[in-house]
């Protein structure tokens, strides 16, 4: 299977990350995370893009915070699909990273998640990569329905 790429743009970032890698260790999918940065180290950010499909990624999920520019300049460098997380950690709420994330040019998409929506961010990566992977197929069916289950159980539970 492809590896995903995890990017943040500061280890300040790390609890939503790690809320992405759960998910992932739970579909068993590699993947590798990295500290880069738009601003602070954009060489390093543009090489990790150009790179990424010879080193063996499928999908690169890229988080950042404030005027979050990182998923878009990773976009930029590859042609993978790359889905941004904007964090939440400003005094704006995240909706300053939420806008600078979704907000791209034409031809060059970053598919955004909600504010801080790491777990999303990887389920969306195994649907991306199970497009031509039975067995992850076969996975994210198998935790949907255990949701499905979940969700009856509480039902059944509710005493109103
Ligand atoms: C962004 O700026 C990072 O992704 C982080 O969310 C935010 C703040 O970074 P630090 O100042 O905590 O390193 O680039």
Same mark, same amino acid.
């Given at each position: ?8 743009? $500061? ?10 890698? +759960? ?5 068993? &999918? ?6 880069? $940065? ?17 080193? /063996?990624? +499928? ?12 998923? /878009? ?20 709420? /995240? *909706?300053?990273?939420? *806008? $600078?994330?979704?907000? &791209? ?11 801080? +929506? /790491? ?40 005493? *109103?």
């Amino acid at each position: 299977m492809k590896k995903t790429a995890l990017i943040m743009g $500061s280890d300040s970032d790390l609890p939503v990350v790690e809320k992405a890698v +759960g998910v992932l260790k739970k579909l068993g &999918m590699p993947y590798e995370a990295h500290v880069m $940065s738009a601003h602070r180290t954009p060489e390093r950010a543009a090489d990790f893009a150009k790179n990424a499909r010879d080193n /063996g990624f +499928g999908v690169v999920i890229a988080f950042a915070g404030k005027a979050a520019h990182l998923a /878009g300049v990773l976009a930029a460098g590859t042609s993978l699909p790359v889905i941004g997380v904007p964090i939440k950690g400003s005094d704006l709420g /995240g *909706l300053d990273a939420l *806008l $600078s994330t979704v907000q &791209m040019p034409s031809g060059i998409p970053v598919a955004t998640v909600a504010i801080d +929506g /790491g777990a999303n961010a990887a389920w969306l990566a195994a649907r991306i990569l199970a497009a031509d992977d039975d067995a992850l197929y076969a996975r994210l069916l198998e935790e949907k329905a255990k949701m499905a289950a979940s969700v009856a159980e509480k039902d059944a539970k509710l005493d *109103l």
